[in-house]
């Protein structure tokens, strides 16, 4: 589909024309032109100029071709902050904020937490605005990824240490008080990585090019060593996998090893205690 919007359409007009989801629409031409969406209504019967309309078919086009809408106007909302989101991280999903919920319900205070494959940092900033108290870690194999959430920890307020790392590298012989991670889940090979916005996000934070179960695994054997006593390992995981996750917890010994669904009703993460 070839999206043109010519010179003089008004901003009414504009949010009638079915060019796509309507809400994905408002977003882009509210960044397009620079304007919120109350302007948006207010303003309704004001005309394009001719730049103006070029900028609005633009990133209209984008969408239309596939682009994510938070890779167009760079940044996404999560847990009731913005994120600068760039092709280097996965866009932060609702869905997520499950994770966050049930980390902040077991840190205790002052407690240390690791963020492991943090991507955009948006677990790691969410749990470190939400409790200024924590002592908050996040890993990332990705330099580029680190630099955005580096910069989403600054312009939340937010205190993290960053730490390039690959796993659990980066901090031998470091205890915390708990351990979350949404790491790469999908099996290598399905349908879903094809389609939609996951087209354009990067595909080593999306895939283990293997199960689905790798990066799963080397967290779960890993954490029994870096986790206090009694201390929590959260993750998110496949839609399909909550099964295989718990079996994998209760077979590396950890306790209470439970799921949690998330708000469509799919266990979306799975945790258990370190002895």
């Keep these: 589909m070839s999206i043109v919007i010519a010179a003089g359409t008004t901003l009414g007009a504009l949010q009638r024309a079915p060019l ?6 408002r977003i882009l031409v509210c960044h397009a032109l620079g304007i919120s969406r109350t302007a948006l209504i207010t303003q309704s019967e004001r005309a394009l100029e001719a730049d103006e309309a070029a900028r609005v078919a633009a990133l209209l086009q984008r969408r239309a ?5 938070a890779y167009i106007v760079g940044q996404r909302e999560f847990f009731g902050l ?21 980390a902040l319900e077991r840190l205790p205070p002052r407690g240390k937490v690791l963020d492991m494959g943090t991507g955009s940092g948006a677990i790691a900033v969410a749990i470190a605005h939400s409790r200024p108290d924590a002592e908050v870690t996040a890993l990332d194999v990705s330099q580029e990824a680190l630099a955005v959430a580096s ?9 993290v240490r960053f730490l390039h ?9 470091e205890q915390f008080d708990l351990i979350v991670s949404n790491p790469p ?8 990585l094809s389609e939609g916005d996951l087209r354009f996000e990067p595909s080593g934070a999306l895939t283990d090019f293997a199960d689905g179960l790798n990066a ?13 006593p009694g201390s929590w390992l959260l993750m998110e995981h496949g839609y399909d996998q909550a099964a295989a996750v ?12 439970q799921s949690w669904q998330d708000l469509p009703g799919i266990e979306r993460v799975s945790g258990g205690r370190a002895r």
């Excluded at 760039?86 to 966050?100: C, F, G, M, S």
């Design 20 to 25: 796509m989801d309507p809400v994905d629409q």
């Design 65 to 69: 071709d596939g682009e994510p809408v």
């Design 82 to 102: 913005e994120f600068e989101t760039t092709p280097a991280v996965l866009i932060p999903r609702p869905d997520t904020e499950l994770l966050v919920e049930l």
């Design 151 to 159: 910069r989403n920890a600054l312009r939340n307020g937010a205190r």
């Design 165 to 173: 790392s690959d796993w659990y590298g980066a901090v031998a012989g």
């Design 185 to 192: 889940y999908i099996a290598d090979g399905d349908r879903h």
């Design 216 to 228: 799963l695994r080397t967290i779960i054997a890993g954490a029994p060593g870096r986790l206090a």
């Design 246 to 257: 718990r079996g994998l917890l209760s077979s590396a010994g950890y306790t209470d090893v």
